[in-house]
């Protein structure tokens, strides 16, 4: 902030003297300051490289975690019917699946991940990065201007809703939140209307944490979910 306002003083000088220096002072901390902003690309133990921002001076993911791997290189195990969900879950294992079980989904969306692999120690985040807490979150309530909510400013731009009910958001903050849906126990739901992600904080002994968007709300709510359900996961740099 020092810097700018230096530079600030200088290009206020340089006005008269030289504008095309004024102008490029002036943009360049105009970035510096902005809250939101694009990042490098980040990659995880699979190859798979994802978008970044920086929020409030936090490097998040841009885009849903998608590995299936552990940091330390075993394999996640993959739920592919409600069985092996079921399965997994009960015994507290770890896993991943896709919405409906189709890969299909996982291209756009992501994977969706129970809470016992959120929670492992092998590490699901990538090296160097960890699933956020539920207070990491709290960034994006500072991001909005005036009236607004801080979810329009995470969801994307297209995606939400069904039909001519188009409840996408303006993504302002580069969060480009998008509506995977959510495993329940027994079946999927919410797709184009919801989005869950993990927080690596535990409400109970059942229960853990999660943030959501949703079509309904412009809010970024803050609830608690089984553990053994399946949300999506973003991560944050240490």
């Known amino acids: 902030?020092?810097?700018?306002?230096?530079?600030?003083?200088?290009?206020?000088?340089?006005?008269?003297?030289?504008?095309?220096?004024?102008?490029?002072?002036?943009?360049?901390?105009?970035?510096?300051?902005?809250?939101?902003?694009?990042?490098?690309?980040?990659?995880?133990?699979?190859?798979?490289?994802?978008?970044?921002?920086?929020?409030?001076?936090?490097?998040?993911m841009a885009e849903n975690l998608n590995v299936s791997h552990y940091r330390n290189g075993d394999a996640i195990p993959e739920a592919k019917t409600s069985a092996d969900w079921d399965r997994y879950s009960e015994s507290r294992t770890g896993c991943w699946c896709y919405y409906d079980f189709s890969p299909g989904n996982g291209r756009k969306y992501g994977k969706l991940y129970n809470w016992y692999a959120v929670n492992d120690s092998r590490g699901?985040?990538?090296?160097?990065?960890?699933?956020?807490?539920?207070?990491?979150?709290?960034?994006?309530?500072?991001?909005?201007?005036?009236?607004?909510?801080?979810?329009?400013?995470?969801k994307s731009q297209s995606?939400?809703?069904?039909?001519?009910?188009?409840?996408?958001?303006?993504?302002?903050?580069?969060?480009?939140?998008?509506?995977?849906g959510s495993r329940e126990i027994d079946n999927f739901m919410g797709i184009r209307l919801l989005g869950h992600w993990w927080c690596s904080t535990e409400s109970e002994v059942n229960f853990a944490r999660i943030r959501t968007l949703a079509c309904f709300s412009d809010d970024l709510w803050l609830q608690t979910c089984l553990k053994q359900c399946g949300n999506s996961v973003r991560c944050i740099k240490d």
């Open 159 to 180: 995606g939400w809703g069904t039909g001519k009910d188009d409840c996408s958001g303006s993504n302002d903050t580069g969060f480009d939140g998008l509506p995977a």
């Open 1 to 60: 902030m020092d810097i700018c306002l230096r530079l600030f003083i200088f290009a206020f000088n340089q006005i008269q003297v030289n504008k095309f220096t004024a102008f490029v002072v002036v943009l360049f901390c105009l970035v510096l300051l902005s809250p939101a902003r694009a990042q490098d690309i980040m990659r995880d133990r699979d190859g798979n490289s994802y978008k970044t921002l920086v929020i409030s001076n936090k490097v998040w």
């Open 124 to 154: 699901l985040a990538p090296k160097g990065w960890r699933v956020p807490q539920d207070v990491d979150w709290l960034v994006f309530t500072n991001i909005p201007k005036e009236g607004d909510r801080p979810g329009r400013g995470m």
